[in-house]
């Protein structure tokens, strides 16, 4: 009996033991990329010889969800094709929460501050509407600060480059955004990938992106 009893406690063992490193090998199967741990890389489905980069770490991929494909890793400005549909639903997302963003708010208190009149990195004109040559106008009067990229922070005082500026949402004089939205306004220069990397997004914009895409993802599978 009790030999019995040890050798279906052995056997249980073994099986369980067998098991983990099947799930070790499913997890060594997503990976990220080394410059941004945020993007998962997937083998394309379509096409072995691209592979499809994402925000989500689901296997298999949904492609039309997907940040875009790179023919080559790290990807690069010439190996890399965006997916406007991506785009599309980053933008929305910035619409509906870029002036609930912690350092968006941050830069409108800047923009408020006897300082940051003369910011280089904060547009105002003389009528208080856009002005993305970065002018100077009277004290209370409003202007733009940009949504960028964080892969290439601008210097203090500076405007990131356009293709790090998501988009521009607006303030008055105080700092205050002039609605809900900010009157979010996208570039139209934005590029995901550059020479200075990939898609960088601060921490509460991603959350909230992730958040979409995976909306999206779930009503794509039913």
Request: net charge neutral; charged share 20%; aromatic share 8%.
């Amino acid at each position: 009996m009790l030999s019995r009893t040890l050798s279906r406690s052995a056997h249980s063992v073994r099986a369980g033991t067998k098991a983990s490193p099947t799930l070790f090998l499913r997890a060594r199967n997503i990976s990220t990329l080394a410059e941004n741990p945020h993007i998962y890389v997937f083998e394309h489905p379509l096409d072995a010889s691209k592979s499809l980069l994402s925000l989500l770490p689901t296997e298999p991929p949904t492609p039309s969800l997907a940040i875009g494909t790179a023919s080559s890793l790290p990807p690069t400005p010439s190996t890399f094709t965006e997916n406007p549909q991506f785009l599309g639903i980053l933008q929305s997302v910035f619409h509906a929460y870029a002036t609930h963003d912690p350092e968006v708010k941050r830069q409108a208190a800047v923009f408020a501050s006897p300082g940051g009149f003369n910011l280089g990195g904060i547009n105002r004109d003389s009528a208080g509407a856009a002005n993305h040559q970065g002018g100077m106008g009277g004290a209370n009067r409003g202007g733009w600060i940009h949504v960028s990229d964080t892969r290439n922070p601008p210097d203090w005082g500076r405007i990131a480059w356009p293709e790090d500026i998501f988009g521009s949402v607006e303030v008055d004089g105080e700092g205050r955004f002039v609605d809900e939205s900010g009157n979010y306004q996208t570039s139209g220069t934005y590029r995901v990938i550059t020479r200075e990397g990939i898609l960088g997004i601060t921490p509460f914009l991603r959350e909230k992106l992730v958040q979409r895409l995976r909306a999206l993802e779930s009503e794509t599978k039913q």
